[in-house]
């Protein structure tokens, strides 16, 4: 079965720009989530969607960032105005559903995406 | 905050020595999932644990969940250069996944 796609792979701007970020998810994955991985730390959660919906968007910078996923399928994520620190790998991921109670499923992670703020 | 912390950050290990990474979480979790993340690639799912005192094996790997399910840990037997990259648990408090710090494993041959 496909992975998860995720484009463009490398991504330079300068501080100020905008940015956005593709993700395709595995098909049937209702779960979609986007993470930020700042280089030697774990990836950090910033939106969780459940199908369109957004379960948990709470270490999302709202001021700046932003993400869709329209149709419950395929995702943007945008950063506008980029800075500095946002320098990082974002990284896609899909999983059946997202649970409940003690059940869960695995994340399936695509390439990510390597971001570089000048 | 909610905080998964992992100890060692670095090892290094002689081949076909032992390795153990440990997962400590501030909150009681649902359950546990560990990832294995190859230099310059992306995490890729190993296991998940659910009940209080579960243990697994994967061929040479052994994970481990707390009896309070606040911990856990993963010993990995004869390490192979094959075993190199950073390995991460998570676990979800609620729903949430929180990724640890992770445990950067070198092998050297």
């Known amino acids: 079965e496909a992975g998860v796609a995720q484009s463009p792979r490398y991504k330079i701007i300068e501080k100020r720009q905008s940015v956005a970020f593709w993700c395709n998810p595995i098909?049937?994955?209702?779960?979609l989530y986007w993470y930020q991985q700042i280089l030697g730390q774990g990836p950090k959660l910033l939106i969780q969607?459940?199908?369109?919906?957004?379960?948990?968007d709470s270490q999302l910078p709202k001021d700046r960032f932003s993400a869709e996923r329209l149709k419950g399928v395929d995702s943007t994520l945008k950063i506008q105005p980029a800075k500095l620190e946002d320098s990082a790998v974002y990284l896609c991921?899909?999983?059946?559903?997202?649970?409940?109670?003690?059940?869960?499923?695995?994340?399936?992670f695509g390439p990510g995406t390597r971001l570089t703020v000048t | 905050g909610q905080q998964v912390m992992q100890i060692p950050q670095y090892q290094h290990v002689q081949e076909g020595e032992d390795f153990t990474t440990y997962c400590n979480s501030s909150?009681?979790?649902?359950?546990i999932q560990w990832y294995k993340q190859r230099p310059g690639g992306h995490p890729v799912f190993l296991i998940q644990?659910?009940?209080?005192?579960e243990v697994k094996k994967q061929k040479r790997l052994t994970f481990q969940f707390g009896e309070a399910k606040k911990n856990s840990s993963l010993h990995i037997t004869a390490t192979q250069t094959t075993d190199v990259g950073t390995y991460f648990c998570?676990?979800?408090?609620?729903?949430?996944?929180?990724f640890g710090t992770g445990t950067r494993l070198k092998v050297l041959a």
């Open positions: 998570a676990g979800p408090p609620t729903y949430k996944y929180i």
């Open positions: 644990l659910v009940k209080s005192g």
């Open positions: 991921a899909s999983s059946l559903v997202s649970g409940t109670g003690t059940v869960s499923y695995e994340q399936y």
């Open positions: 909150t009681t979790l649902s359950n």
């Open positions: 098909s049937g994955h209702a779960t």
């Open positions: 969607f459940q199908n369109n919906g957004v379960v948990d």
